[in-house]
């Protein structure tokens, strides 16, 4: 039982995947993000008002393994492309200072 559910999950990533690795700019894209995320807690907070429901607010707040394990940025973004496209980065990352 326990293997189907591996066999569906790996399945299900490589249906999302399309089963190629992502081209090396998606995956600089996408590393950036979890690079940003292992710098710090992010978050963000809604608050707003309508005529159906009046008024609303929400908030969420976000904090990654590697920020917890205190990772650098720089080595979760490198390991990172590297993990998805088999080759080193092809650009320095973009971070928030």
């Known amino acids: 039982m326990r293997r189907a ?3 569906c999950a790996g399945l299900a990533a490589a249906v ?3 089963c190629s690795p992502p081209s090396p700019l998606r ?5 950036e ?5 292992a710098q710090g807690p992010t978050g963000g907070v809604t608050i707003g008002a309508n005529s159906r429901t009046g008024g609303f607010a929400s ?4 904090v990654t393994s590697d920020y ?6 720089l080595e979760v973004y ?6 998805l496209t088999g080759q080193p980065p092809v650009r320095p990352p973009r971070l928030r200072q």
Not at 59 to 62: D, K, P, S, V
Not at 68 to 73: C, M, N, S
Not at 78 to 83: A, G
């Open 78 to 83: 490198d390991s990172c492309v590297y993990d």
């Open 68 to 73: 917890l394990r205190g990772r650098d940025p």
């Open 27 to 31: 995956a600089a894209q996408v590393c």
């Open 5 to 7: 559910g591996v066999l």
């Open 59 to 62: 908030a969420r707040i976000g």
């Open 16 to 18: 999302l995947t399309g």
């Open 33 to 37: 993000e979890r690079a940003a995320a």
